[in-house]
């Protein structure tokens, strides 16, 4: 568990660093061509991108840059800079005016950054409570991801599988970001579908994972061969524990058809350990479920997202229709409420979790107003 | 170490800043979606839209070619792919399996049709694409049918050649007047129209074959006001101006001089008028959701700069004469009256007169006030829009250099220059930017506004 927290308590994050220091760069070598010689006053950065501190940040970068070139305040020849920087999309904008000492426009410039999508930084979060029976020990979430991200799995403790509703993405964990390893379309041809879904199965012992989208033909199973993904097997249908004739999706939709004792299908989500369910209507329930204390008084909802975080512990996507924010149940096992929630901003779209002793690490798929997917880390402990 | 912590704090929050959620159980198929509306357009053949309706209807029940992204770069509409040659100056659009309403399948043919009778409309789109297509100014001025600059090698594929490499080439095909149509009329948008559009309004059903999937309610009503029913109430409808209006605030209330006319003839009795305007009162007071407008184009297309401040006007201090101003139907009653009061308060005697959307967006007056939105949501198109309307020689000349800039932030610095230069000559005041005055009923979820001003319906759904 503390090498779990540790892998996200690293305090220098070089990835969102470098984005500024990239930015930072850029937006110097404009300044020094638009003042073409002159001295330079810096006036402060304005921010509007809705946070503190982005601004002066980049200022500080950008007047570390441009030292030997500042203007001491005073009369003369010289250029003064008013700068604003913005989030627009995923990139980070820098734009100035460039005036002269009598107030006349030199210029107008500008300089924006991109984060790598082969490196996403992953920013941390407030950890801390929010849960009865479980601590936060950290979180962190990536920058916006090209793509659509239908489900989640990890693949060992440092590797996680991002399926893609046109792709499969293996990531590994590198400090403070996920580094992209391997990146293989699916096999078509795909059909459109409004709002897909997904369906991960990873084996870690065979160091492979089956693959199915409500977008593809066919399930596939993909061999992780170092770092790469290699296809190597199609089913009509994804292997499922106590699903002989295994999942497939209803077309056109995100619903699941399976074949289980005592579950009625469509589904909207499965879990395969402890054979956990969601129904069409975010009904809670279990395959086969044990004798334990009874059945629930008050059907429990989740979402269309759940994976186990540890035995009679599950994560579960809430069950509200539209909201500001969507949040993360955490749902022990024989009970009839919640042990907390996990609050996000945004839809949480896919689960997936990393069991370790009495802990776990926890991703999900979030998606934002606008239709980006961030995935977001959570390290979770059992409090005791 | 404590300074970069707090860059990624900091960072941690802007990335975090999603404005909404999407629900979080997901979608439900079904049902039927009524939206008011204030008035009908007269057609549904694909236009760059002027009003409110004609938004609405642009992408209902048409599809473009090519649709664009948040950095005005394109994104799939029914060409699902596209890719470049010779230094940019060739771009190949590869056309994904599509059919139209009525059953045929759409391939190339119908798409270069559609794109040769959007270069002849009115469309500020049009005619950019038009000026930098290979022999698209001729064959728009109507003296050639020859388009050396639009190919159709196969059935899927549809090949575009253009004068010079530039940096967003395919963005006019996103205008909703260059939507593909087919021979007899038929659209491919997410819905088919059931009934003709008329005064009384139009009913659409779910299109299963729609490139990105069948809509989730089975129908769409266009409520037309009645007798039983005026502009401003629902009548039972599921979308309309009586709920909260849908962010985000993008259409820009502005005020247009026509430098033609005495009154305005003089830059500096402009700049009194730009300047007489309290806008954070008008939009505190008159235009709740509303913001104050500095620059002529919504941070959703320019990220915000520091803008040039108009400075304080040095000549004339008041206006006299008597000024027509042509009010929109589209603007809040209560800040055309306002508006009026401001003008009326320098002195003008002012005859303020209501006309329709669409009149307002392009006749000409005295003075206008208008609720202006891009035909494109891209802000090089959107500024070559404002710069037709204020016939600005210096801002066309800042948007054909930016045009040929192909380093996006080289690129952006030119457009900070031509709106600049549009907002200098004070001929188009920017007021307050206003969000879509169109919102759901609580338990519709799924509706989006655009930067354009379109409302998105296809992904809209209705709790059972």
Same mark, same amino acid.
């Given at each position: 568990m503390r090498a779990l927290a540790a892998m996200l308590l690293v305090a220098a994050a070089g990835a969102p660093a470098a984005t500024l220091a990239r930015l930072a760069d850029t937006a110097a070598a404009e300044i020094l061509r638009a003042a073409d010689g002159r001295p330079v006053d810096l006036a402060p950065f304005e921010d509007r991108t809705g946070a503190g501190t982005v601004a002066a940040d980049l200022q500080s970068l950008v007047a570390a840059r441009l030292e030997g070139h500042l203007a001491a305040a005073g009369p003369g020849p010289h250029v003064t800079v008013s700068s604003s920087v913005a989030q627009a999309g995923a990139r980070l904008v820098w734009s100035a005016r460039v005036v002269d000492e009598s107030g006349a426009l030199v210029d107008l410039v500008s300089a924006s950054t991109a984060w790598d999508p082969g490196l996403l930084p992953l920013v941390p979060g407030p950890g801390g409570a929010g849960a009865e029976a479980v601590d936060v020990l950290e979180r962190a979430t990536t920058p916006p991801i090209e793509g659509r991200i239908v489900a989640l799995a990890f693949a060992g403790d440092e590797r996680l599988l991002v399926l893609f509703d046109d792709a499969l993405a293996l990531y590994r964990r590198d400090g403070l970001a996920l580094r992209l390893e391997s990146r293989r379309e699916l096999p078509g041809p795909l059909v459109p579908v409004r709002f897909p879904g997904g369906l991960l199965v990873a084996t870690e012992r065979e160091s492979a994972c089956w693959a199915l989208t409500s977008r593809s033909p066919r399930a596939v199973l993909f061999s992780m061969e170092g770092s790469r993904l290699v296809p190597t097997h199609q089913a009509d249908a994804l292997p499922w524990p106590r699903a002989p004739a295994g999942v497939r999706f209803? &077309? !056109?939709?995100?619903l699941l058809d399976v074949a289980l004792a005592g579950v009625e299908a469509p589904l909207l989500a499965l879990e395969p350990d402890e054979g956990w369910v969601v129904g069409p209507e975010g009904t809670i329930a279990r395959v086969a479920a044990p004798p334990g204390p009874g059945p629930s008084a008050t059907p429990r909802r989740a979402g269309p997202a759940i994976a186990l975080l540890w035995p009679g512990m599950l994560a579960a996507a809430g &069950? =509200?229709? &539209? !909201? =500001?924010h969507d949040r993360i149940l955490l749902l022990p096992d024989g009970e009839n409420g919640t042990a907390g929630s996990l609050p996000v901003d945004g839809s949480v779209r896919a689960l997936a979790a990393r069991r370790h002793g009495r802990g776990a690490l926890l991703a999900a798929a979030i998606e934002d107003a606008r239709g980006g997917f961030r995935v977001g880390l959570f390290s979770l402990a059992e409090r005791r | 170490m404590r300074h970069e912590g707090r860059v990624l704090a900091v960072l941690g929050v802007v990335l975090c800043a999603a404005s909404a959620a999407r629900p979080a159980l997901g979608p439900r198929y079904g049902g039927e979606l009524r939206i008011a509306v204030a008035e009908m357009p007269a057609t549904l053949d694909p236009a760059a839209p002027r009003g409110t309706a004609e938004r609405l209807l642009a992408f209902l029940v048409h599809e473009p070619v090519l649709g664009v992204d948040d950095d005005g770069r394109p994104r799939p509409g029914l060409a699902q792919s596209w890719s470049s040659a010779a230094d940019g100056r060739e771009w190949t659009l590869r056309l994904g399996p599509a059919t139209f309403h009525d059953g045929s399948p759409l391939d190339s043919a119908d798409a270069a049709r559609s794109l040769r009778r959007f270069l002849r409309t009115g469309s500020t789109a049009a005619a950019h694409l038009a000026r930098t297509l290979e022999g698209g100014d001729e064959f728009r001025g109507g003296g050639t049918g020859a388009l050396p600059g639009l190919a159709t090698p196969d059935e899927t594929r549809i090949v575009l050649r253009f004068r010079a490499p530039m940096a967003l080439p395919l963005a006019a095909l996103a205008s909703p007047a260059a939507a593909v149509v087919s021979s007899r009329g038929a659209g491919a948008g997410p819905f088919a129209p059931t009934t003709p559009v008329s005064a009384r309004g139009l009913s659409a059903v779910a299109f299963g074959r729609h490139v990105r999937g069948r809509?989730?309610?089975?129908v769409v009503r266009l409520v037309a006001p009645g007798p039983d029913r005026g502009p401003g109430d629902p009548g039972g409808a599921d979308v309309s101006a009586s709920s909260p209006p849908l962010p985000p605030a993008a259409g820009t209330l502005m005020l247009v001089l026509d430098p033609g006319v005495p009154a305005f003839a003089d830059g500096r009795t402009r700049a009194l008028v730009a300047a007489s305007v309290d806008r954070a009162q008008l939009v505190r007071r008159f235009l709740p959701g509303g913001e104050p407008a500095d620059v002529l184009v919504s941070s959703l297309l320019l990220p915000p700069w520091p803008a040039a401040a108009s400075p304080a006007p040095a000549g004339p201090a008041s206006l006299s004469g008597r000024i027509t101003l042509r009010v929109g139907s589209d603007v809040p009653a209560s800040a055309s009256q306002r508006v009026v009061a401001h003008l009326a308060a320098l002195g003008a005697e002012v005859q303020a007169t209501a006309v329709p959307a669409a009149v307002a967006a392009t006749e000409s007056g005295q003075a206008r006030l208008v609720l202006w939105y891009p035909e494109v949501p891209e802000p090089g198109l959107a500024l070559e829009e404002l710069a037709a309307i204020a016939d600005s020689r210096e801002a066309r000349e800042a948007l054909a250099a930016a045009d040929l800039e192909r380093n996006a932030d080289r690129r952006r610095a030119g457009l900070l220059r031509a709106e600049e230069a549009l907002r200098a000559s004070d001929i188009l005041v920017p007021l307050a930017r206003l969000p879509l005055r169109l919102g759901p009923r609580p338990g519709v979820h799924g509706l989006r506004a655009t930067a354009a001003g379109i409302l998105v319906v296809e992904d809209a759904w209705i709790e059972p």
């Open positions: 209803r &077309p !056109g939709t995100n &069950p =509200e229709a &539209p !909201g =500001e | 809509p989730f309610v089975d």
